[in-house]
């Protein structure tokens, strides 16, 4: 297995989602807007870029520019945007790790549908969550991102943070993600080098 591309994100993207009283859209960009408009050519042109070597440039730009895209919608919970231009109606989402099983979390769930089940337990565990997005890793059939999260438990109140993997399968948009709970988990799982493994931002 190839780990020659390892991209390091600098920025983060940890501000706290907008109130839903404001609107989760007020915060999208131009490009967000009109890809709403057209889904199906925006993922066309997507699949176009990714079908170029992992060491190409333009991809290199592009995966960067898509996890860092990703991150602020899902911390202003802009679901609609990410389920329309983001994923595929058929993706299948993989939880791996115990403690997801100890949260009631089900192991898999399926379509646009069993995304927003994930998102409805997610949100209702944990709040206050903030996401930093720390490497992202190109394998060239997928593509594998390190993320810091912290939260409060929405009863206790008491800070978690955890390190996790994310491993995604993009056809255009995702039509397979398994979300590791633990990273070293996700370094074991896929096999990644020394190097990938202890990429630092």
Known sequence: MSHENVEIVRATFDRKP???ILGAAMGRHLDERLALRAPRLYRRL???????PPGSPVRRRLVKWLMARGWEA???????LLLVIGYDPNV????IGDKFRVL???????????YREFLRLWRA????????????????????MRVTTTARGASS???VTLTAGYALWTDGAVVRQDFYWDWSACVEALG??????????
């Open 18 to 20: 907008r109130a839903p």
């Open 46 to 52: 997507v699949k176009l870029v990714l079908s170029l």
């Open 74 to 80: 899902q911390s202003r919970q802009d679901d609609e």
């Open 92 to 95: 299948e989402l993989n939880m």
């Open 104 to 114: 009631g979390f089900a192991e898999r769930y399926h379509g646009h549908e069993g």
């Open 125 to 144: 565990e944990w709040s206050d969550v903030r996401y930093k997005p720390e490497a992202l890793i190109d394998l060239g059939d997928r593509l594998v």
């Open 157 to 159: 109140g008491a800070e």
């Open 192 to 201: 990644l080098s020394d190097q990938a493994a202890h990429a630092d931002s």
